[in-house]
Protein backbone atom coordinates (compact mmCIF):
# COMPACT_ATOMS: atom_id res chain seq x y z
CA UNK A 1 0.00 0.00 0.00
CA UNK A 2 2.60 2.17 0.73
CA UNK A 3 5.87 2.60 -1.34
CA UNK A 4 7.67 5.43 -0.07
CA UNK A 5 9.46 5.46 3.30
CA UNK A 6 8.33 8.14 6.12
CA UNK A 7 9.62 11.21 5.79
CA UNK A 8 11.07 11.11 9.19
CA UNK A 9 13.44 8.37 8.21
CA UNK A 10 14.88 10.16 5.26
CA UNK A 11 15.55 13.42 6.76
CA UNK A 12 16.22 12.18 10.62
CA UNK A 13 13.80 14.78 11.42
CA UNK A 14 10.90 14.77 13.18
CA UNK A 15 8.45 17.73 13.21
CA UNK A 16 7.18 18.72 16.34
CA UNK A 17 6.08 22.04 15.14
CA UNK A 18 2.15 21.34 16.13
CA UNK A 19 2.85 20.73 19.48
CA UNK A 20 3.65 23.60 21.95
CA UNK A 21 6.94 23.26 23.29
CA UNK A 22 6.16 23.35 27.37
CA UNK A 23 4.29 20.21 26.64
CA UNK A 24 7.33 18.65 24.27
CA UNK A 25 9.91 19.44 27.19
CA UNK A 26 7.39 17.45 29.62
CA UNK A 27 7.42 14.64 27.18
CA UNK A 28 11.31 14.62 26.94
CA UNK A 29 11.26 14.63 30.38
CA UNK A 30 9.36 11.50 30.88
CA UNK A 31 11.78 10.19 28.18
CA UNK A 32 14.98 11.04 29.69
CA UNK A 33 13.96 10.79 33.37
CA UNK A 34 11.04 8.85 33.83
CA UNK A 35 8.98 11.54 35.69
CA UNK A 36 6.97 14.80 34.01
CA UNK A 37 4.46 17.08 36.09
CA UNK A 38 0.61 16.21 34.82
CA UNK A 39 -1.48 18.78 35.81
CA UNK A 40 -4.75 19.88 34.15
CA UNK A 41 -3.32 22.08 31.68
CA UNK A 42 -1.01 19.42 30.24
CA UNK A 43 -2.71 16.15 30.30
CA UNK A 44 -4.68 16.31 26.38
CA UNK A 45 -1.86 17.18 25.17
CA UNK A 46 0.36 15.03 26.98
CA UNK A 47 -1.68 12.13 26.10
CA UNK A 48 -1.98 12.84 22.42
CA UNK A 49 1.94 13.27 22.34
CA UNK A 50 2.25 9.91 24.14
CA UNK A 51 0.24 8.06 21.76
CA UNK A 52 1.62 9.62 18.72
CA UNK A 53 5.23 8.54 19.37
CA UNK A 54 3.79 5.39 21.22
CA UNK A 55 5.20 6.17 24.86
CA UNK A 56 3.13 3.66 26.51
CA UNK A 57 4.46 4.57 29.98
CA UNK A 58 3.86 8.67 29.79
CA UNK A 59 -0.06 6.74 28.14
CA UNK A 60 -0.54 5.33 31.83
CA UNK A 61 1.03 8.27 33.81
CA UNK A 62 -2.54 10.35 32.04
CA UNK A 63 -4.60 8.06 31.78
CA UNK A 64 -4.14 7.20 35.57
CA UNK A 65 -4.00 11.37 36.29
CA UNK A 66 -7.58 11.38 34.19
CA UNK A 67 -9.14 8.92 35.62
CA UNK A 68 -8.60 10.35 39.36
CA UNK A 69 -10.21 13.22 38.04
CA UNK A 70 -13.70 12.02 36.32
CA UNK A 71 -16.52 13.61 37.28
CA UNK A 72 -20.13 14.59 35.92
CA UNK A 73 -18.85 17.50 34.49
CA UNK A 74 -16.27 15.96 32.03
CA UNK A 75 -16.88 12.96 31.54
CA UNK A 76 -18.25 13.25 28.06
CA UNK A 77 -14.97 15.14 26.91
CA UNK A 78 -12.81 12.62 28.58
CA UNK A 79 -14.59 9.78 27.06
CA UNK A 80 -14.12 11.46 23.94
CA UNK A 81 -10.51 11.84 24.68
CA UNK A 82 -9.57 8.29 25.61
CA UNK A 83 -11.27 7.31 22.18
CA UNK A 84 -9.76 9.41 19.94
CA UNK A 85 -6.16 8.60 21.72
CA UNK A 86 -7.18 5.12 21.87
CA UNK A 87 -6.94 5.18 25.55
CA UNK A 88 -9.03 1.98 26.19
CA UNK A 89 -8.48 1.67 30.08
CA UNK A 90 -9.49 5.12 30.38
CA UNK A 91 -12.31 4.88 28.37
CA UNK A 92 -13.29 1.84 30.65
CA UNK A 93 -12.99 3.73 33.45
CA UNK A 94 -15.09 6.78 32.25
CA UNK A 95 -17.67 3.92 31.34
CA UNK A 96 -17.61 2.94 34.60
CA UNK A 97 -17.91 6.05 36.42
CA UNK A 98 -20.77 6.74 33.50
CA UNK A 99 -22.74 3.57 34.81
CA UNK A 100 -22.51 3.95 38.21
Known amino acids: MFNNPWLESITNVIDLSAHKER ?58 MAVTYESDNLASDVASYIHS
Not at 52 to 67: P, R, S, Y
Open 23 to 80: FVLRMLEHIYRDETEIDETSAQELLALAHCFQLDGLKKDVEFFLAKRVCFENALNTFK
